[in-house]
């Protein structure tokens, strides 16, 4: 019977889970599996910087659906991942990353290059492995991409020892999904979303505030007809852009912080929010006692961590958004079939007064060119079919804004964590994956500079992504935070 390394075992179980491309670094320790990788026709993208490998693992993730990989070296290698890793968790974004670890024997002895990455990364993966015996690395990669991509999505990282790398396993080896602690609530309560579907028919301001988990699940066409049959307002996260059409009626864009005022004031007036997919943040609800304090709240979520944990909830509903939204549909469908129309009129001529008395401008008799007027244009040139993805600040913010997201997956940024440095190798992340879309990375001068190295990666490879890069001379966002609340003290 013919035998393997393990490092040939990881790359044939990776092109088992689908892999197309991994985002790496080499170094001593993954010597092994990169000496395997350069026998497979997996296409390997060499960054400059772990962390930008990362990044565009995620930003491959969000543009496919597919579940992105990263690969680096012990220690510092697995170190830079961190940052990366960390978006991805933040983001729920389906990541797998590959590290390589110091001798078995080793570990523990403050070997070089040595660093405990699975101790490191417990708080910022959904879950992650140190390889201790050649013969699990089929079952460990089944499950981490099965992990990855399933329930509310996230990274996974699998430690791999050298000398575990080097052993041998026979090929006929095969995987094992055993993880009978694992099992995501994916159809949600059919008495709550009864409960949710009547609360909806009597409410007379209600507002749907749609999230990043719609666009993880797929369920953006689910959300749109329950939308044309509801005929309820929709409010997004940064993440949740797209899920729904700027360009209806019904849709007030982002709220928050930087979002419209419009889609603010409507969250005071509403009467009950339809939460999906979104976890209540502090960039949406500012002072968790004032906000939206005449509302109920339903909320469907995949996590049942995130019901209830920033903002008390009235129905709550665990499931996936796609079930979740088409059972609510058929319920809310039922309901007006015996009951007749819900009169939503007067709350829909509040909503278009509100569009109409707040929009958002910007000054177009200016000499100077004005970023709303930029992103505008970048959305007249791309007729809504190119991936934005953009850094993290200012540009990010005036994008949001002023480009109209028609489509999912065409809105890459980091939303969480707010990485600086995320857009440019997330635009090539998202280029790879889609290689037949216009990528552009709108940018700030601040934060693309933390990772110009990656100007290389795109160049090297022949990676035809776009820059707009916004440059206004300073840390835009700090500088205006200190205009604001700082007496303009620059420090």
């Known amino acids: 019977m013919s035998k393997l390394s393990g490092a040939q075992m990881l790359i044939k179980c990776l092109k088992d889970e689908g892999v ?7 170094g001593g320790v993954v010597i092994p599996i990169y000496d395997a990788l350069f026998d497979s026709d997996i296409r390997h993208i ?3 910087h772990e962390q930008g490998a990362a990044h565009a693992a995620d930003g491959y993730a969000r543009a496919t659906g597919k579940t ?22 933040m983001d729920s974004v389906p990541i797998v990353a590959i590290t390589g670890q110091v001798a078995s024997p080793m570990i523990g002895t403050d070997a070089f290059q040595e660093a405990d990455i699975t101790g490191i990364t417990a708080p910022i993966t959904k879950h992650n492995y140190l390889v201790k015996d050649v013969l699990d690395i089929p079952g460990i ?26 052993a041998m396993i026979e090929k006929s080896v095969k995987a094992k999904l055993n993880l009978p602690g694992y ?39 689910e959300l749109r007809s329950f939308i044309k049959t509801a005929k309820i307002p929709v409010i997004t996260t940064l993440l949740g852009k797209g899920c ?23 969250f005071t007036e509403t009467d009950l929010i339809i939460g999906i997919g979104v976890r209540f943040d502090d960039r949406v609800t500012g002072k968790l006692s ?24 009235d129905i709550p509903i665990v499931g996936d958004a796609k079930n979740v939204l088409a059972d609510l549909d058929k319920a809310y469908r039922e309901l007006e079939a015996n009951k007749g129309k819900a009169d939503k009129k007067s709350w829909h001529k509040r909503i278009a007064e509100l569009k109409e008395n707040n929009p958002l401008k910007y000054n177009g008799n200016s000499s100077k060119i004005k970023p709303g007027y930029i992103i505008e244009k970048i959305d007249e040139l791309t007729d809504e079919d190119a991936i934005i993805c953009t850094e993290v600040g200012q540009n990010q913010m005036w994008t949001a804004q002023f480009y109209k997201f028609t489509k999912p997956r065409t809105l890459i ?50 990676i035809p992504i776009k820059i707009m890069l916004l440059n206004n001379g300073y840390l835009g966002m700090v500088r205006q935070w200190q205009e604001l609340f700082w007496d303009r003290r620059y420090s």
Not at 256 to 265: C, D, E, L, R
């Open 20 to 26: 197309e491309v991994i985002f790496g670094y080499p």
């Open 46 to 48: 060499l960054v400059r």
């Open 68 to 89: 992105g990989v990263c690969m680096a070296t012990s220690g510092p290698g697995g170190t830079n991942l961190i940052t990366g890793i960390a978006n991805a968790y």
């Open 141 to 166: 990669i089944k499950e981490a991409f099965h992990i990855a991509s399933t329930g509310r999505p996230g990274p996974v990282l699998i430690d791999i020892p050298v000398d575990i790398s080097n």
């Open 183 to 221: 099992k995501p609530t994916l159809k949600g309560n059919q008495k709550q979303i009864k409960q949710a579907a009547d609360s909806i028919y009597k409410s007379r301001r209600p507002v749907v505030f749609a999230g990043g988990g719609i666009v993880s699940s797929d369920a953006s066409g």
């Open 244 to 266: 729904f059409s700027e360009k209806e009626k019904l849709s007030l864009g982002m709220a928050g912080m930087h979002g419209t005022k419009y889609a603010n004031i409507a």
């Open 290 to 313: 004032e906000f939206a304090k005449n509302a109920r709240i339903i909320h469907i979520d995949i996590d049942p961590a995130e019901i209830g944990k920033n903002v008390n909830t």
């Open 413 to 462: 940024s980091s939303g969480g964590l707010g990485t600086m440095g995320f857009g440019l190798p997330a635009a090539i992340g998202a280029k790879i994956g889609m290689p037949d879309k216009t990528v552009i990375d709108i940018a700030g001068d601040g934060s693309i500079q933390m990772v110009s190295q990656e100007f290389a990666t795109a160049t090297a490879n022949k």
